[in-house]
């Protein structure tokens, strides 16, 4: 009895093994799927037109297909108000992070560096965070007094804020995300990882020269 009950136990084991390997298979495929594009620059859809995601993760929209951002509005981390909507004839850079992230930390500087030199310089850029999942305001403080942001930053502890962004469209859908508007207060580009100074100025620097 124990001989051929053995062999049925190993093709449950192999059957369990296969099952295992496929929901991992199937996993990779759903995170892959995720993805904007698949990094070589090929457009993908999005509500509003389509959007190129190039090698770095930066995706942008051409002019003529952009999306009107959504009304962001509410009380800042400094007890003030904001509302992004007023700020229409200037590109916007919106930059959605909170105190517990890492890439959060990482990329602070280069945000506190970039703000600071295109105000210093007059240009038509409004800075403005979105600080989330934060349960206190005074983490956030302490943040943005430890990198140096002078810029607000819209106080959204729940991610309501994020959620008015359309589906389908280039919405801030990781932690850190940076979105630029332009002068119309259109979606025009967004990434979804940490980015360094140059990245940044190459988010920004087109829509700038844009009539």
Same mark, same amino acid.
């Given at each position: ?7 049925? +136990? ?12 496929? *929901? ?22 999005? @509500? ?18 952009? /999306? ?36 959060? +930390? =990482?990329? *602070? ?22 600080? /989330?999942?934060?349960? @206190?305001?005074?983490?956030?403080? =302490? ?45 025009? *580009? ?11 100025? @190459? ?5 700038? =020269?844009?009539?």
């Amino acid at each position: 009895m124990s001989l051929s009950r053995a062999p049925r +136990r190993r093709s449950t084991s192999g059957r369990r093994a296969l099952l295992l390997t496929a *929901a991992t298979v199937a996993g990779l495929m759903t995170l892959t799927a995720c993805n904007d594009s698949d990094g070589g620059g090929k457009p993908s859809g999005g @509500s509003g037109g389509n959007y190129v995601t190039g090698k770095g993760g930066i995706s942008t929209v051409a002019a003529g297909e952009r /999306t009107e951002a959504p009304k962001l509005d509410g009380e800042t981390v400094d007890g003030k108000t904001l509302d992004t909507t007023e700020l229409k004839g200037k590109v916007v850079v919106l930059n959605v992070w909170g105190s517990w992230c890492p890439p959060c +930390r =990482a990329e *602070a500087p280069y945000f506190a560096k970039v703000s600071q030199e295109m105000a210093d310089a007059g240009k038509d850029v409004a800075f403005v965070g979105i600080n /989330t999942r934060d349960t @206190s305001k005074q983490n956030a403080t =302490a943040f943005e007094e430890s990198y140096g942001i002078t810029y607000p930053s819209l106080y959204d502890p729940a991610g309501k804020l994020i959620l008015r962004f359309p589906k389908g469209t280039l919405n801030p859908s990781a932690i850190p995300s940076t979105i630029i508007l332009d002068k119309q207060g259109r979606i025009a *580009a967004r990434t979804l990882v940490a980015v360094n100074e140059e990245q940044l100025r @190459s988010m920004i620097d087109p829509l700038l =020269a844009e009539k």
